[in-house]
Nanobody, 123 residues
């Protein structure tokens, strides 16, 4: 099992930036694919970005060019740098781990989840 703890959410004005962090423990981090998802009330959890064990990166079209996912295997941490934030980016953001390590963008393909961190983009 993998334990994931997110941090870095908060309130930011439109056009601003935030960096989310997700610290992992309990399994060899370097073998995991790591993803970020987000969810608003009444909607299904939405794919945001993923980075595979080998470093391949994929983004949702809605965040491409604004968000950057990265990982630091020495620190067992994955990051999501969010720039040019928009009100529609407001959501609870979740970090997830896929034990097989490969690419996936369905929430059901991920095995472990963090507790979520709220991101609110508002003036």
């Amino acid at each position: 099992q993998v334990q994931l703890v997110e941090s870095g959410g908060g309130l930011v004005q439109p056009g601003g930036s935030l960096r989310l962090s997700c610290a992992a423990s309990g399994r060899t981090f370097g073998s995991l694919a790591m993803g970020w998802f987000r969810q608003t009330p009444g909607k299904e959890r939405e794919f945001v970005a993923t980075i595979t064990w080998s470093g391949n990166i994929y983004y949702a079209d809605s965040v491409k060019g604004r968000f950057t996912i990265s990982r630091d295997n020495a620190k067992n941490t994955v990051y999501l740098q969010m720039n040019s934030l928009k009100p529609e980016d407001t959501a609870v953001y979740y970090c997830a781990a896929r034990h097989s390590g490969g690419y996936a963008k369905g929430w059901y393909d991920y095995d472990s989840w963090g507790q979520g961190t709220q991101v609110t983009v508002s003036s």
